[in-house]
């Protein structure tokens, strides 16, 4: 415990499912966390309580990633509620599935705005206050399996979180004269309200999937959450571009 005592981090994403799992983890950790949810502000009010519990200051704000000054805001209202922050998580994400031949200009737009952009940004933002401030800091970018993995009817899923893998290494060669580390973690198949029609409502076809998974069975939002820590701790100090695959061996069948 105390990893990551006297630190800061803005989450995006961190009212529910992963991103919310590693606000609590960087909480019990000793880290002050600042989170964005999009629109349901009573669950992000019962993690900030939660997240206080462990003694850290903790807060939120609202925010539609696919808003173009999104990532200006959240880095202004974080330095006014919290300070400067120095570890990222790019967990904000938006998916649909709809085939290719039917999926409309608007569909596409929005997926690679809040999962492409919104990141693109946030980080360009994030980065230049820490080198402003001559201050080293970490960037985690939670991608997905389905960057080299294709499956049907998520092409533009799939092409956002490819892109958000490239960015990683294109940001890391960059920013790492400024002591600026980024690298990934990409999930395999995991219970979070983008799919719980399945794991929710179908739990026989989200077990039938589970079996295909050589550990078994899919994953939770606490499965990431020791990834998280390590790549925002001095643990990972000689680590940037990576990526951190956590899918019970999904990728490797």
């Not at 919310?20 to 669950?43: K, L, N």
């Not at 569909?107 to 201050?135: G, H, S």
């Not at 400024?178 to 077990?207: C, K, M, Y």
Request: proline share 3%; glycine share 10%; net charge negative.
């Amino acid at each position: 415990m105390g990893r990551l005592t006297g630190r800061r981090a803005v989450i995006t994403g961190g009212a529910n499912g992963i991103g919310r799992a590693i606000a609590t983890a960087f909480a019990r950790e000793g880290c002050d966390v600042f989170f964005t949810a999009r629109a349901d502000e009573d669950a992000a009010r019962s993690v900030r309580a939660e997240l206080r519990e462990h003694g850290v200051r903790a807060d939120y704000m609202l925010l539609d990633g696919a808003d173009p000054d999104s990532a200006t805001r959240l880095l202004d209202t974080t330095a006014e509620t919290l300070g400067l922050a120095d570890i990222l998580v790019n967990n904000a994400g938006t998916a649909t599935r709809t085939g290719f031949l039917d999926l409309t200009f608007e569909e596409y737009e929005r997926v690679m705005a809040v999962n492409l952009r919104f990141p693109f940004f946030t980080t360009q933002a994030f980065a230049a206050r820490l080198r402003a401030a001559d201050t080293p800091g970490s960037v985690i970018n939670i991608s997905s399996i389905s960057a080299t993995k294709a499956i049907s009817a998520m092409a533009h899923y799939q092409s956002s979180k490819a892109g958000l893998s490239m960015l990683t290494r294109s940001a890391s060669y960059e920013l790492a004269p400024f002591g600026i580390r980024v690298n990934t973690i990409s999930p395999g198949l995991t219970a979070t309200n983008a799919n719980a029609v399945q794991w929710r409502d179908d739990p026989d076809l989200w077990r039938e999937r589970g079996k295909d998974i050589p550990l078994g069975r899919t994953g939770n939002p606490e499965d990431l959450a020791g990834a998280a820590i390590f790549l925002a701790s001095d643990e990972s100090a000689w680590m940037t571009g990576g990526d951190i695959v956590v899918d019970g061996g999904e990728a490797a069948v």
